[in-house]
């Protein structure tokens, strides 16, 4: 009898098996998307200081070494170390209206249109302007090549292989940089570039003062007047107060304390496997630190003076709607829509649209979208604007 029952049992165990393992899968699903999209829309308004991460002995991975395919960066040589000097010089002698940076650490062959859609509308807002690019992939002859219509209208660009041993030198990073080169500091799993962007433009600034842009923009506006300034992507719809910056815009003058606390918190909560963490996120973390009033180790709140912009400015569309304005008019009212956009970020207030890579590398740009219009409007050269891809 028994074994009959277990047998007749059996008969209905694949079909509960077959339900708990949809069950199951679909719990695990839930989780894993539910993290990945809280960690990109959480705020992250509460600071761990991790006073002692610096400090603490440490464990050698001898195998973090193979895991930095940018390795090269961290060191100095002979081309390196020409590139304060080269800096120093281009500035110097340039006559520049304003000073900007942008940081270009991929390989020159990934360096499109999109890219040239940044330089060419910065450069149309401010035909004086000098513009440094820490890149060693652009730094060749190869990237002469792609900035040579540039270059060719007497247009001042100067990209240089960066020197990190350097930039960091006398800053809370130069400790993290030591770190990371005797593999004592887990590099993570995000692509080491972004991270080490994040870092580049924060060091770039505070030796040199300046803009510094990414790469995904287009410059709306001439950034004249413009002083100590960092840009909110997010506020909150009641309160009005920021809930999120972003570091892809930032305009600070030489040795702002605001900097050097940047710099100190990533050198403090580096983790190279959290995306965000050392670079929007942090913005915010240090800038809500210094607004509650707690100014920071080494300064006081009172000798901060910097400004914080609303959305309009920087990020005047939010990544979640970009797609949106990539998209051709399919009617009478959405050619309206196009036209109010269009009109409404051609206005006093807002200095660039940032296009949100990481969310739009593979949205095609259609021709008549508001994107498409609106590069079409500030583009210089004018040649390499077509949609069609
Ligand atoms: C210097 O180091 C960089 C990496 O940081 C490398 O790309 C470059 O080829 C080196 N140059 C020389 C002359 O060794
Ligand atoms: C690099 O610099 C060292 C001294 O710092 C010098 O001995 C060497 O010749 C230089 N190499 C090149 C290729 O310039
Ligand atoms: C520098 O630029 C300003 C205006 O952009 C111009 O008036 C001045 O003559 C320039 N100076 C030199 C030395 O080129
Ligand atoms: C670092 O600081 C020391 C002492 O203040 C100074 O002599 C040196 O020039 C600084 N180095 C850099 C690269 O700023
Ligand atoms: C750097 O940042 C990216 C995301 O921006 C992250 O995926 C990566 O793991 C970080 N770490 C390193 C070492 O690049
Ligand atoms: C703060 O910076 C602004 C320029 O952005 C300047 O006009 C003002 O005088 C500064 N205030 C203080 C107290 O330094
Ligand atoms: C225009 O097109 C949009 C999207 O295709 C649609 O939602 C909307 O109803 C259309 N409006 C009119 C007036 O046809
Ligand atoms: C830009 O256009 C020129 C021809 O006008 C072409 O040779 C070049 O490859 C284009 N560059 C890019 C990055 O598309």
């Not at 761990?48 to 001898?62: C, D, G, M, V, Y």
């Not at 005797?182 to 692509?191: L, T, Y």
Request: net charge positive.
């Amino acid at each position: 009898m028994a074994v009959k029952r277990i047998s007749n049992n059996n008969t209905s165990t694949p079909k509960i098996r077959f339900f708990i393992f949809i069950l199951l899968t679909t719990i695990l699903f839930i989780v894993v998307y539910l993290e990945s999209f809280l960690s990109e829309l959480n705020t992250s308004r509460s600071f761990h200081f991790k006073s002692n991460e610096i400090l603490r002995a440490p464990k050698t991975h001898h195998d973090a070494a193979a895991k930095l395919p940018g390795l090269g960066i961290f060191h100095s040589n002979n081309s390196t170390q020409r590139f304060h000097g080269r800096v120093l010089e281009f500035l110097g002698h340039g006559n520049c209206s304003l000073h900007f940076f942008m940081t270009w650490l991929t390989p020159s062959k990934s360096f499109g249109r999109r890219e040239l859609w940044a330089l060419e509308s910065l450069f149309k807002a401010h035909s004086k302007a000098c513009l440094v690019i820490a890149s060693a992939s652009l730094d060749s002859v190869r990237g002469y090549r792609i900035l040579k219509p540039f270059l060719d209208r007497g247009l001042r660009i100067l990209a240089a292989e960066p020197d990190l041993p350097f930039l960091v030198k006398n800053t809370s990073a130069e400790a993290w940089l030591e770190e990371m080169k005797s593999g004592a500091k887990d590099p993570g799993s995000v692509p080491l570039s972004q991270n080490l962007s994040n870092l580049m433009r924060l060091v770039m600034l505070y030796k040199y003062g300046g803009i510094y842009l990414d790469t995904d923009v287009v410059v709306l506006r001439d950034f004249t007047g413009l002083r100590n300034t960092v840009g909110a992507q997010s506020v909150d719809t009641v309160s009005k107060e920021w809930t999120r910056l972003n570091g892809a815009v930032m305009v600070f003058d030489v040795d702002h304390p605001l900097l050097a606390d940047f710099l100190e918190e990533f050198a403090l909560t580096f983790d190279g496997s959290r995306w965000g963490h050392n670079g929007p996120y942090l913005i915010s973390r240090v800038v809500e630190r210094v607004m509650r009033g707690g100014g920071s180790r080494t300064s006081s709140a009172s000798s901060y003076n910097f400004t914080v912009l609303p959305p309009k400015a920087f990020y005047p569309v939010i990544w979640h709607k970009i797609e949106r304005i990539m998209k051709k008019p399919a009617n009478e009212t959405e050619k309206r829509w196009v036209e109010r956009t269009v009109s409404k970020l051609n206005d006093v207030g807002t200095y660039v649209l940032h296009l949100w890579r990481r969310q739009t590398m593979d949205s095609v740009i259609e021709e008549g979208s508001v994107v498409a219009r609106l590069v079409s409007d500030h583009c210089l050269i004018c040649h390499n604007i077509s949609f069609a891809s």
